[in-house]
């Protein structure tokens, strides 16, 4: 097995510590290991033959440094010039590993992901693992605990007998609350959690039938077995520019002839902004969250979460909050205006606040 | 004329600004010069004899880098061993005034107080410095502009006659707020503002008469006219622990003889806790303040404060907030429980965490 984390994305949701050179996956989001190194240390116990983990050529250097910090095994880092959402990514990451082991499976995973029980992943992972060596194209599908609205959904034919893999019927896009509701009773839809796992010759089959342009831009690369990341980058620089953006969900998944789901049930979040952390971290009595702080002395306050650059905290009065300091800028938002931190970043751009992106 | 400056005060309603060793007026609390180098230029322009600034000694280091840091003119640090309150300070002051010009009048400032008009503050002392010479015991009295139950109040008897500096009936403590307004409506209550002006012999006169143990202990002291603060300190260090604690408002003022007050309106505001400051310092059209911050980026936020320690600072959702930010602390603080800061502090005294004290 192969294991290819996708890690070039340039979330802005947690500014001011996600930045364009540390987006959220080398971020130290919990106070320690970045959430890269998180997914890194998740899989080492898979025994993976290899990791690859994409990234673009902003972030390259960093993330080889968070990698190196984690010990020595093997791994590759591959940039991309431009990014382009995830279909480009897996099909390169899937042609670079055919031309070592044209029967291997490959995992996909994203580098910015939230896991609670790591061994309950290794166990779905390894099963997942079996049932694609059938062909399938293998997803693992989060049982939800909640109408949540913020997620895609897979409807899965549970009727079908079945080894804990089911047959996908559909790809469900974000719900409404009412549909999100319907689904969570209906008891047969799960969280698109973004990972997947499959043979290299599976999914290159699909990209081809599905996105041939992008199959032959990548048929373009000379790949020996031998290839290597540094004579691999003039030619990834040659044909990304060319390359339309997709996301393998939509380029591929949702009409894709043999598509399973393994049911997941593992404490998953994609922790998409800076409110979803209190779900992933535990809070003290007052559901108040410190991280990366010194401490926390709280006064008639709660709900809120701390980021505090090693400091000492205080927080009086105060509710719901999200408290966010680093070396260069500091942040406090309502929680339920999480989503709008992106707002920031983008009127840092409008003003031409560059040192702040 | 002497000018004595008090600025021997904890604050700790500042916190994490003011430390220890450097309490609110050594702090940079509007982003550039400290309260004390502000007061202490505010008085340049009187062309005082001398300046004389009481601290205690764990912050007579900053206060006298402080000092030097705003040129050269004559100038006393007097170093107090402990805190003893406001009267041993002035009772000290006047001895060592008296032991070089007996003559002398002498001007007291509170070291941490705002004051907008600087030039009517200076024709106010001046004024003040007049109605002293007739041996009066004159305190500056700021008309109210709104029912504050935060300070206290000088009743003058404003049928007498005079010529700008009215006898004192009463000193009132902080009141309730009923009493505030009727305090208001009255027209003849001006705010305490601890600023007082008279001659040195009138000041010791009524320390003796009031305060004779505090009186003979400073007489006990060796002054020759040529003392210096070196020589001086030793037995300051001496007599200081043996003396009691008093305010002069306490324990000369409310009793004494001859009190005049000067009505005085130069935007004055003794700022006694973060949320003090948004009276004082011009706020943007959400009612935001951004002090020592490289830039304030508010989405959907109104009336905070920012203390920015030379960062960005980005509000978004938020109201009526606090937020400061230093080397090695964080606050965040409704509003309206400034007043509870202090209460941070024990915090941290009470679990011992002194680095942040």
């Known amino acids: 097995m192969y294991v290819v984390i996708l890690a070039g994305g340039s979330g802005t949701r947690f500014w001011p510590l996600s930045r364009t050179k540390t987006p959220k996956q080398l971020m130290s989001v919990f106070g320690g290991r970045s959430m890269l190194q998180r997914t890194v240390e998740r899989v080492l116990p898979l025994a993976p ?54 029967g291997a499976t490959m995992l996909v995973l994203p580098a910015d992901h939230y896991i609670r029980n790591e061994e309950e992943f290794c166990r779905v992972a390894a099963a997942a693992c079996q049932a694609a060596e059938s062909g399938a194209l293998v997803t693992l599908g989060i049982e939800p ?7 895609g959904y897979i409807e899965a034919d549970t009727a079908a007998s079945g080894t804990g893999a089911y047959p996908v019927r559909r ?36 990209l081809s039938r599905q996105m041939p342009e992008l199959s032959a831009a990548i048929d373009t690369l000379q790949l020996g077995a031998g290839w290597d990341s540094a004579s691999l980058r003039p030619q990834v620089e040659r044909i990304y520019p060319g390359i ?3 996301s393998i969900d939509y380029g591929v998944m949702e009409r894709a002839n043999n598509v399973l789901v393994i049911p997941a049930s593992f404490g998953w979040s994609d922790v998409g902004s800076w409110s979803a952390l209190p779900e992933v971290i ?3 009595s007052d559901g108040n969250v410190a991280i990366a702080a010194r401490g926390l002395i709280s006064l008639g306050s709660s709900g809120s979460l701390v980021y505090g650059n090693n400091k000492m905290a ?12 680093t070396p260069d800028a500091i942040l406090v938002c309502r929680q339920d205006r999480a989503q709008d931190v992106k707002k920031v970043v983008e009127e840092l751009q409008r003003n031409g606040l560059t040192d702040y992106l």
């Open 314 to 325: 205080a927080l009086v009065g105060v509710k719901d909050l999200i408290v966010v300091d």
């Open 49 to 102: 033959e290899r990791i690859m983990v994409v990234t673009n050529s902003l972030q390259a250097e960093e993330t080889a440094r968070q990698l190196a910090d984690l010990g020595s095994f093997p791994v590759d880092v591959i940039e991309e010039p431009v990014g382009r959402n995830t279909a480009p990514a897996i099909a390169l990451a899937a042609a670079l590993i055919a031309s070592r082991d044209p």
């Open 244 to 246: 339309t953006g997709e």
């Open 145 to 151: 605990t909640r109408p949540e609205t913020g997620y």
């Open 282 to 284: 535990e809070s003290d």
């Open 171 to 206: 790809f469900v896009e974000k719900p409404d609350a009412a549909r999100a509701l319907e689904f969570l009773a209906a008891g047969n839809f799960y969280w698109n959690s973004g990972m997947f796992i499959w043979r290299v010759d599976a999914i290159r089959g699909e």
